[in-house]
């Protein structure tokens, strides 16, 4: 198993458990994900939940880059495992809520693009590498667009791994609702999910349903556009995976000529 959950007084902790691939999601974690909150849709014991990632190095970096997805030759189709690990893509209306501990990258912003708030330590880092190694960020953007403005999305997505959101930045902007201590977002994740655990279930899921109505229809439209747009503007596979092959640093470090802002 690659997903820990465990409840507790009506708060479910969900956990990616994959800290020696910083998280990174494969296909069955994508389904254990999809599962878990489906499940979570018919347990009463569940008010709300806390979505976060192990090791304390990374909440997610994506879709993992060992995964074969086959795709179909149409540029009106895409087949992407991602678009269903998030809890509004299937039908949970129980607010979630995400700790951030460490990096939060990529396909992390399908996760966080449909959590009801994000609580981060200080020293997490939000990036997107789609346009470095060639490929477009559609849904990722589009997901960001809704809790950022545009401009803060635009420079996030198109700067690829050049530069790196800190969590601070990441607060003045809204993006994250509280900061805490390295190491310390999971614990405060926990403290608001059993406070909205502990108001009646039926109001809470309303207005969760009612907050995510304010802003359905432009994100629905946008999200319908995303297939053609990553097929038609993304590099061939095998061009993709020569850049990602090329690229000087791993992932979880942070040199000097990745500025952090």
């Known amino acids: 198993m690659t ?51 192990a090791g304390g190095r990374a909440f997610c970096t994506g879709i993992d880059r060992s995964v074969d997805v086959p795709q ?30 460490g990096m939060a990258c990529g396909g992390a912003f399908y996760l966080l693009g449909e959590a009801e708030f994000i609580v981060a330590s200080e020293n997490s880092t939000f990036f997107d590498p789609h346009t470095t190694y060639g490929m477009v960020s559609a849904y990722e953007a589009i997901h960001m667009a809704q809790r950022m403005p545009l401009g803060e999305v635009a420079r996030m997505s198109l700067m690829g791994t050049a530069e790196r959101l800190g969590a601070p930045r990441a607060y003045e902007i809204g993006l994250v609702s509280e900061l805490t201590a390295p190491g310390a977002a999971t614990e405060a994740a926990l403290r608001c999910a059993a406070v909205l655990a502990a108001q009646p279930t039926e ?4 207005t969760v349903r009612a907050l995510w109505a304010a802003k359905e229809a432009a994100r629905s439209q946008a999200l319908t556009h995303a297939p053609q747009l990553i097929a038609l503007g993304s590099l061939p596979p095998d061009r993709q995976a020569e850049l990602f092959a090329a690229r000087k640093r791993d992932v979880g470090r942070a040199p000097e000529d990745i500025r952090v802002r």
Do not use: C
Request: net charge negative; charged share 30%.
């Open 72 to 101: 179909p030759a149409s540029p009106y189709s895409l087949d992407d495992p991602m678009i269903r690990i998030g809890p509004k893509a299937n039908d949970l209306w129980k607010p979630v809520v995400a700790a951030v501990d």
């Open 203 to 206: 109001a809470v899921q309303g």
């Open 3 to 53: 997903v820990r959950r465990e409840v507790e007084d009506g708060v479910a902790l969900v956990t990616l458990d994959r800290p020696e691939r910083h998280n990174a999601i494969d296909l069955g974690t994508a389904d254990e994900l999809a599962a878990v909150w489906r499940e979570f849709r018919f347990d009463d014991t569940v008010r709300a939940a806390v979505v976060t990632g």
